[in-house]
Each structure stands twice: as C-alpha cells, then as structure tokens.
C-alpha cells in the first residue's frame, strides 16, 4: 500500500493514489494484475456494464490510428448479474477502489442497473458513462444535451442508497464540456470524469472512439476549462495520459486523479508505473 501522504480524497473516498485504471482498458482486473498489484492504484474502473449481456461490434473492433487507438468494442460486457456473479467478487479482494460503469437505454434501465450494483459488496462507487461516443448507433442513452445527462444523474441518483459517491462520464467535447459538468454537479453527481473516448471512424467507416496520446491535448483542454469555470468540482481526468509527467499536466490543470487507458492497452504495466513515478518511489 501506498504511504499515507499519497492518498487523495475524490467524492468523499480515500483513495490510495491519484492513478485509477479506465473503464474497459483494463479486462476484468485479472490480466492487469499479473503485472503489478492493484491495491497500488488509486481505483479500478469496470468496463461498462448493461442490464443484459451484449455480444459487441464485429471485428475488427481495434485499429492504430497515428498517435491513437480506434475501437468499436460495441460496449460488449457480460451483463450485470454474470459481472456481479463472477468478477466483482475476486475484484473486492485486490484491496483498491472498485468504480463499476454503468450504461443503460432509458432512465428505468438506469435506476434498475444501479440498484443491482450499488449493493453488491465491494463496490466503492458508480461511474455512470453518458460519454458513449456512438449512443445512439449502440441503442443506449443518447445525451445529446447537458440537461439529457443532468436527467440521468437524478435517476441513478433516486436509485443509489446514500454514501455511494456518483462519478459522471462526460465527452471531451471542449465547446459543451463545462456546461455539461455544472448540469451534472447540479443534479448532484459526486465528481466528473473528463472524458471518454471521442467519436471517429473507422477506416472502413463503422463509427469507433478515437482515444490515446492523439486526444492528449483534447482532453487536456477540457479539463482546463471545467477546473477554472468550476473550481469547487472534483475532476477526474482521462485522454492519452501514459506517463507521470503527462499525469502531471492535468493535475497541474486542477484534476483531483487521472484514469489510464489505451496506455495498457500497449503496456499493462503503465498504470502501476505511473502511480509509482508519482510517489517518487526509485
Ligand atoms: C478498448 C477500449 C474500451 C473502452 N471501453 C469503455 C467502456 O466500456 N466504458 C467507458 O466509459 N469508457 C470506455 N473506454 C474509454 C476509456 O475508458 C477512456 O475514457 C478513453 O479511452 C480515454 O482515455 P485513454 O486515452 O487513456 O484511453 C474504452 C476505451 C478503449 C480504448
């Protein structure tokens, strides 16, 4: 475990360091915990998950683009009671924050999906996706507008017993991004994530996410703007970052913590390397 002075407190949590894994970068914890223990990182943030299994887009679902990664992973996931029933519980043993994603169609789907989750043992909070960066092409949730999202809050929220922090997902979508983290922090959500994936093509045209070092400076901005217009918001931040010093330009920017993604995707043992370079551990 980290030393004490490393915690950080993100949504009323005590987290063992600022480095958390993000969602659906790092398979079901098993395959990044061969690489380093967990319980060094700040959290671990599940895949998104649905009410019912999905199977996800054909392949190719992954593809190299200059400085960044495309993926139309079609949100594939076991559904929430094969997660609940065969990955959550090893997940509570690796002592390290358990942040389960959620994403549904409707605002019952979501009130529906949190209620299964927010009482299994082990999860420390909920990250609602309102980021999918093709919704509507994947039949969940479309929030086309921040008050879309605001709506979503205040249905999960409805759902969620007290206690249990609510982290919203949002776009990197620099020109929407701070209106859509002041609808969300004023439904209540607990903190912001700032963001998914962006939405691309595919070489073949299928819609995909782009994210990675080539969304770096997207993200980056938009952290910027939700910190400054916004500075009593709890930002946690995601888009490219691989290294501690890249880490440290959205903490410097005003993030509380910062998710890794497509870094492990190339090497899994980017996230324990960044948390440790943090520390300053040799
Ligand atoms: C293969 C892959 C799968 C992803 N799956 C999800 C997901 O299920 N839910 C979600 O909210 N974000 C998902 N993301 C987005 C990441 O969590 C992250 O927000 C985004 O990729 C930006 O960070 P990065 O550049 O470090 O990857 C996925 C990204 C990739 C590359």
């Known amino acids: 475990m980290s030393a004490p002075e490393h915690t950080v407190e993100l949504a009323g949590l005590t987290l063992a360091g600022p480095v958390l894994v993000a969602s659906g970068c790092g398979g079901t914890g098993r395959e990044l915990a061969s690489y380093g223990a967990l319980a060094e990182l700040g959290g671990f943030v599940t895949r998104s998950l649905t009410l019912n299994p999905r199977a ?22 076991p559904g929430v009671e094969q997660f609940l029933a065969t990955e959550m519980p090893w997940l509570a043993q690796q002592g390290t924050r358990i ?22 043992p082990g999860v420390s909070a909920i990250e609602v996706n309102l980021s999918v960066p093709d919704a509507a092409g994947l039949g969940v949730f479309d929030v086309r507008e921040p008050f879309h999202a605001a709506n979503v809050v205040a249905a999960v929220l409805r759902a969620l017993p007290r206690g249990v922090p609510l982290l919203a997902k949002l776009r990197p979508d620099p020109h929407r991004v701070v209106e859509s983290a002041r609808c969300v922090l004023d439904a209540g959500a607990s903190a912001v994530v700032v963001g998914n994936s962006l939405l691309a093509a595919m070489p073949d045209g299928r819609p995909a996410g782009l994210s990675g070092p080539a969304l770096r400076p997207v993200a980056l901005r938009c952290v910027t703007d939700v910190c400054r217009a916004l500075p009593e918001a709890e930002v946690v931040a995601a888009g490219g970052i691989g290294s501690a010093e890249e880490a440290r330009a959205f903490l410097a920017a005003g993030a509380r913590a910062v998710q890794i993604g497509t870094a492990l995707l190339h090497d899994p043992t980017t996230a324990a390397r960044v948390a440790a370079d943090l520390r300053g551990a040799p």
């Open 56 to 77: 996800g887009g054909p392949v190719p679902r992954l593809w190299e683009s200059p400085s960044g990664l495309l993926n139309a992973i079609g949100l594939q996931n």
């Open 99 to 120: 942040v389960v994603s959620i994403v549904a169609s409707t605002l019952g789907e979501y009130a529906e999906l949190t209620r299964r989750v927010a009482g299994a």
